[in-house]
């Protein structure tokens, strides 16, 4: 299953990614070393903030793709939880 998460970083801007194993991923990033995000490497300190199941791969880079093009005041709004994926036509709503 893959996911979409959001970074934020020690400069307060959101990283945005996807990962079949986001907390495996998140700690590649927070360890800075050759297989981190080069965005992620210079603004420590990190903290996950958001994560959400996506699906395929294929869903969860066309989901990516989308949502880094986001205002990051949209963003924001997916981090305090009163925006959703759905909400965005992202993900199918669970019933």
Sequence with gaps: MWSIYLIRCGDRSLYT???NQVAKRF???QSGNSQAA???KTRHPLKLVFTAEIGTRSAASRAEYYVKRLP???KELLVAGTLSLSDLGLIDRKN
């Design 17 to 19: 990614g996807i990962s």
């Design 27 to 29: 700690a590649v990033n």
């Design 38 to 40: 080069k965005y992620t």
């Design 72 to 74: 990051k005041s949209t």
